[in-house]
């Protein structure tokens, strides 16, 4: 049986991680060792915006022992993350140019919305517990140093997941000064966090019955179940009760009590309560009465994303429909029309096929033009003289799960050109950081994008089906439609012709009426 080794390093806001896997087809995803280093490299990110270089100098010489190690198994692969910590200090750039000069690793700092992706891919790795549980309304509450993510799934779908930041570790560096002139701590957490947990229900759960929740965070939910016996994570529920009672055995205490009481060290507890709080609080926002705590890590959803690439295990979750129904959602948020959409979807998708020998987009690059289509006018709930711009500003603002910054960039530079004129790659690279492979990728998303949308003119879904086929240097595209498609006709010249200038080929349009 072929073993592949793979190890990630996390370094995360309060510790680095090192874990060393062994994957392979019949035993799926197994930790072999371990290894945390405590640090804390929030503290001076979320208080100060800066990481010292004293701090720096001491993650470069744990990521150099940690190297050691890794070398020792002689593993396949090793993949560096960072997370908040370093991604929103202001001088990150420099951090990373000092960690690669002493180290030689290269360090991929996580959006969040990869971060939180990659959390879910190491719950899903958990074989029939995570399937299971999203069937009915189900919450993900995910915690770290700096945020809390929260997501809700139904039906087996991701119906909306966001981002609050109001993480342990920041909540306690914006309390320190008022936790010194007051005696109760948790009465001021809970002031603190109370505005944000509220906004969310009242926008998302209202009316929504959440039955489940999964609790993801770190070294947290390892305390809350530490039943021994349940070493197989998918049997790790606890019930409401049960939750309560963990929950009344932290509040009230001191640190140095929560520390004695857990066998912790002083900084773990100094979290452990603010942990607490944000979990009760959000457990009690939703009303859901079981709760499972999986224990899993970012590293773990890394494992599983090498796997899944290497194609040592069969994914049954299917994590593209996460993303697109991240953008469903936001795009009915913002009043666009579902029909309309789909329609371009159905055509945009059978063009794209059409020309894998001509474009340079991935399987990848197709979903980033699925994302598109669903946004293309979201604009629009803003201004109808600027729905392009709009458009962009909207993908820019907001969180689209499972997309690195870098491809949520590329798809809003696409719509933002959707109704002005493109600009060529000396304009486009004056304001933005791109390469010019980004820019090749930008406008063949959008040649697409208008094309098809042009197709739809009416927004009256005239085009029942398409068949699109390249010969030679024309891109033929049958169309069957269903009323009068004059408008339409009328209308393509101009994305004809743009079309052509991108790809080097000519649309030819040819319709059947059908009944």
Known sequence: MAVTCFAAIDIGSYDISLEIFEVSRKNGIHCIDKILRRLEIGKGSFSEGVIHMEMVNEIGNVLIDFNKIVKSYHVDDLRVIATSAIREATNSPFVLGRLKQMTGMDIRVLSNAEQRFLNYKAMASVEGRFEEMIKNGTAIIDLDGGSVQVSLFDKSRLITTQNIKIGNLRLRELLQEASAKSSNFDELV????????????????????????????????????????????????????????????????????????????????????????????????????????????????????????????????????????????????????????????????????????????????????????????????ISYNYISECSYHIVMANEIIGLSHKEQSLIALALRYTTVHFPTYEELVFENDINMEDYIVIAEMNAIIRLVNALDRSHLQKVKSIKADLKGEKLVLHLDVAQDYALEMGMLKGEIKNFGEVYGILPVIKTRRIV
């Open 190 to 381: 809970s002031q603190l966090i109370s505005f944000d947990i509220e906004s969310f229900r009242k926008m998302y759960i209202k009316d929504r019955k959440i039955e489940n929740i999964i609790l993801n965070g770190d070294f947290i939910t390892e305390m809350i179940f530490n039943d021994p016996k349940h070493r197989d994570r998918s049997t790790r529920v606890l019930s409401r009760a049960d939750f309560d009672k963990w929950y009344r055995k932290i509040t009230g205490k001191s640190v140095s009590e929560l520390a004695m009481q857990n066998n912790i060290p002083m900084e773990y507890a100094s979290l452990l309560r603010p942990s607490a709080i944000l979990y009760y609080s959000l457990v009690e926002m939703t009303g859901a009465q079981m709760i499972w705590t999986p224990g899993t890590h970012l590293s773990r959803g890394l494992a599983y994303e090498f796997a899944e690439n290497q194609g040592l295990l069969k994914v049954k979750h299917n994590f593209e429909d996460d993303i697109l129904s991240c953008a469903r959602q936001l795009s009915k948020r913002y009043a666009a029309s579902k029909t309309h959409t789909e329609n371009l979807d159905m055509m945009a998708t059978a063009i794209f096929d059409s020309l894998e020998s001509l474009h340079g987009m991935t399987s990848r690059g197709r979903l980033m033009l699925r994302v598109g289509l669903i946004l293309h006018d979201v604009g629009k709930y």
